[in-house]
């Protein structure tokens, strides 16, 4: 009698998972850094709500803001300063940008680098 092996075996599965548990273990590396763009974006925001409208507005109180922001939210990079505050044409506002890179180290040599650019308009 012939037989005839059927279904995949051991080393197969090998080939076939590792690339899966690569991909993986890249998202949960990168996780955390993604989670902090997104407490910087929402810090961003807030103060831009909160000085909405107002005509005194200055760099130093945008600053102030933010710096009260990222404790609150825990966040330890960018730093203030890091953020560029420049002013906008005509209306008198200001632009908020937060362009930056983070890093999640995979291996012993690999990492992933992320770039972010984050821009809120305060009038």
């Not at 059927?6 to 590792?18: H, V, Y």
């Not at 000085?51 to 966040?75: A, C, H, K, P, Y």
């Not at 940008?97 to 650019?117: K, M, N, P, T, W």
Request: a negative charge; zero cysteines; glycine letters at 8%.
């Amino acid at each position: 009698m012939r037989s005839r092996q059927k279904g995949i075996t051991f080393i197969g599965w090998i080939f076939l998972l590792a690339p899966l548990a690569i991909v993986i273990f890249a998202a949960i590396k990168i996780t955390p850094v993604y989670l902090n763009y997104m407490k910087v974006a929402k810090a961003m925001n807030q103060v831009a709500e909160d000085n909405q409208g107002e005509s005194s507005v200055t760099q130093q109180t945008l600053r102030i803001g933010l710096q009260s922001r990222f404790d609150i939210e825990d966040v330890d990079y960018p730093v203030p300063r890091d953020i560029t505050m420049t002013r906008e044409g005509g209306e008198g506002g200001w632009v908020m940008r937060a362009e930056y890179d983070d890093e999640a180290s995979l291996f012993s040599g690999i990492s992933l680098q992320v770039h972010f650019d984050k821009s809120v308009v305060v009038k």
